[in-house]
């Protein structure tokens, strides 16, 4: 199963970066295809984009510079912030605006206060995120789709639903074997937990 789903997200991404009206149409069709894959399914996809868009929206509101250098990653309605912030307060603010949207039911908070990252650091981050994807994607011991990926300065951030421990394990091993990553935070949820947690 593993196998034919990962063709099927690579075809997936093909639809999706062509940019005629009939290839995005098979983008989003193609993206449908995607989320029922996933262990959340459809609706637990859209419900979790439906929360990450009400806690942009409320940081936006407040002032939109907040979204340039902090971020957003909604995985069963709990919430991973990362990135910096300007101050302490700014932080906080993140966080409560967070606790706020409707449908929330836990906030990692791993947002930092400093100077904002510097071009070749997000540059940097963004390419180990894509290696990590890359490398999930292809590794037949591995269901990809169900992983979030964040990355800050070298500390790459997972969320999202593991099969089981190995599998996680796994993850874990390939990211901390990318060049310039520092340290591996892991928020991922194993399937047998969250099944005994809705019995």
């Not at 942009?56 to 919430?79: G, P, T």
């Not at 996680?168 to 969250?194: C, E, G, M, P």
Request: aromatic share 6%; glycine share 8%; with cysteine.
């Amino acid at each position: 199963m593993i196998r034919s789903f990962r063709l099927f997200l690579l075809l997936a991404l093909v639809a999706v970066g062509a940019c005629d009206p009939v290839s995005l149409t098979l983008g989003a069709g193609a993206a449908t295809g995607v989320a029922a894959y996933q262990e959340r399914g459809i609706e637990g996809v859209a419900r979790d984009g439906a929360i990450e868009a009400r806690i942009f929206k409320l940081w936006v509101q407040r002032d939109k510079n907040m979204v340039v250098h902090m971020s957003i990653e909604v995985y069963e309605s709990r919430a991973l912030l990362t990135g910096v912030a300007r101050s302490e307060q700014e932080r906080a603010d993140a966080v409560g605006m967070a606790w706020k949207a409707d449908g929330i039911k836990d906030v990692m908070n791993e947002i930092v206060v400093g100077e904002a990252p510097s071009f070749s650091e997000v540059a940097r981050d963004t390419a180990i995120t894509a290696e990590l994807k890359s490398r999930l994607t292809f590794d037949g011991e591995v269901l990809a789709v169900n992983y979030a990926i964040e990355t800050v300065r070298g500390v790459v951030f997972l969320l999202g639903i593991a099969q089981d421990q190995a599998e996680l394990d796994r993850v874990i091993a390939q990211a901390r074997n990318i060049s310039y990553v520092r340290r591996v935070v892991s928020y991922v949820q194993l399937k047998a937990d969250i099944k005994g947690a809705g019995a």
